[in-house]
């Protein structure tokens, strides 16, 4: 089994906005029956073995704890409470407005009392339409959801690997259903003032200085998968910096810079995963360079017993 398949945005695109959708349905349901944690860690989506879970939620009024599990080995949506009740469909043939239907069903036959906020898209072309009403965006092709759900399970195993160099405060590796990437967030603990005008998202995320390194899937703005990285607030001169490996480059975004190794590049170097880390690993250090991290907080190795630290320095 090809480890990093190809998976180009146009061979999926269909099949990406539908999916990308049922993962913000079941996404509201998570932000409504969690209890809200520090730069929003409480809202995206965990990875599994068969796919990706909320994580177990509740209980509600008085009603049982309850979990929501895309499974995309046998492609369904399986709703679990505490008790052992469950309720499940099968993802392939439904609407958005059929997805969301069958969704509230399944919550209310299992006696769970919830209801996101705002059911509608976020940060998406048709954000002004209600899911329940979403009935162009109906594609699901199982073959493209097993290769995505492949990439997305390596890349996870890969971000494990980069956060385990790093003792400080650190975000869980997590699929994040607003944008539909997957990432790993590492935090100075230095307080940020918020810009004038930032929203309430953006205002929670980056209270902290961070450096994220992420992966996603290709978007109108990157028409291709990419692994990235960032830094912010961004220091000045820190796209002068020079990257690793030598296809990585930084791009423009939203005013500053992100960096940036495309998934195609990645792979044509015949090691993937180990470009990949090279890369993550060069745009951290040189983020954490210009703004003067503390390289203390490194651990190579994911050691921080002082007695193996001082054993594996003394034979160095």
Same mark, same amino acid.
């Given at each position: 089994m090809e480890l990093f398949p190809t998976i180009p945005l146009e061979s999926w695109r269909d099949t990406k906005e539908t999916l990308h959708r049922f993962l913000q349905v079941v996404g509201k349901i998570r932000l409504a029956a969690s209890p809200r944690r520090n730069h929003w860690w409480n809202v995206p989506f965990h990875l599994t073995g068969e796919g990706v879970t909320t994580r177990p939620m509740g209980p509600i009024a008085g009603g049982?704890?309850?979990?929501?599990?895309?499974?995309?080995?046998?492609?369904? +949506?399986?709703?679990?409470? +505490?008790?052992?009740?469950?309720?499940?469909?099968?993802?392939?043939?439904?609407?958005?407005?059929?997805?969301?239907?069958? +969704?509230?069903a399944a919550l209310v036959a299992l006696d769970v009392d919830v209801a996101p906020e705002h059911p509608y898209p976020y940060d998406l072309p048709d954000a002004g339409r209600p899911f329940a009403e979403d009935h162009e965006h109906r594609a699901y092709d199982p073959a493209a959801v097993t290769r995505y759900w492949r990439v997305l399970s390596q890349v996870n195993l890969l971000l494990e690997e980069h956060a385990a160099g790093f003792s400080g405060k650190i975000s869980p590796v997590a699929h994040f259903w607003h944008t539909f990437d997957i990432a790993v967030t590492r935090f100075s603990e230095r307080p940020v003032r918020p810009a004038a005008g930032a929203d309430p998202v953006t205002r929670e995320a980056y209270s902290q200085e961070v450096i994220s390194a992420g992966f996603w899937f290709g978007d109108d703005k990157v028409p291709a998968p990419a692994f990235y990285s960032y830094t912010a607030p961004e220091p000045a001169d820190l796209a002068e910096r020079r990257l690793r490996p030598d296809a990585a480059r930084w791009a423009d975004n939203r005013g500053g810079h992100i960096a940036l190794l495309m998934y195609d590049e990645a792979r044509a170097t015949g090691d993937p995963w180990r470009a990949a880390l090279d890369f993550y690993d060069s745009a951290y250090h040189q983020g954490a360079d210009v703004a003067h991290w503390d390289g203390g907080l490194e651990c190579p190795g994911g050691v921080t017993d002082p007695v193996l630290r001082g054993a594996s320095a003394s034979a160095s």
């Open positions: 049982d704890a309850f979990c929501v599990d895309f499974d995309f080995v046998t492609h369904r +949506l399986v709703v679990r409470t +505490l008790a052992g009740r469950a309720v499940s469909f099968p993802l392939a043939g439904r609407s958005v407005a059929d997805f969301t239907r069958d +969704l509230a």
